[in-house]
């Protein structure tokens, strides 16, 4: 069993910045990717972004160059800045095993920005 345990979010004003992270512990396949989703009200869920555990990392879109994550081991941190109102939203931690293909989930972060 894996477990994803998540820290940070919270409520920000536009422009602002957070942290959050994220820890995963129990029987851990070598091959995996950690990384964040994040949900919306009414809309579907969206990558945001991925590491490898060698640390190349992978973003969404419109996250380029406002989000950073970062690696070590099996914890990862992801700094938002210049946060808008739309990337209110729910975050979410994912643990995606290659062999078996598995997702791991952590049980979601509020991020809320408003001013």
């Known amino acids: ?31 995996n990717l950690m990384g964040w989703y994040r949900q919306a009200p009414g809309q579907e869920r969206e990558l945001v972004a991925r590491v490898t555990p060698s640390g190349n990392t992978y973003y969404g879109n419109v996250m380029m160059g406002r989000f950073t994550i970062s690696r070590d081991d099996t914890n990862i941190t992801m700094y938002l800045s210049r946060l ?32």
């Not at 739309?86 to 994912?94: G, K, P, W």
């Open 1 to 31: 069993q894996v477990h994803l345990v998540e820290s940070g979010g919270g409520l920000v004003q536009p422009g602002g910045s957070l942290r959050l992270s994220c820890a995963a512990s129990g029987s851990i396949a070598r091959s």
């Open 84 to 115: 808008k109102p739309e990337d209110t939203a729910v975050y979410y931690c994912n643990l995606h095993t290659l062999y078996p293909s598995l997702d791991y989930w952590g049980q979601g972060t509020q991020v809320t920005v408003s001013s």
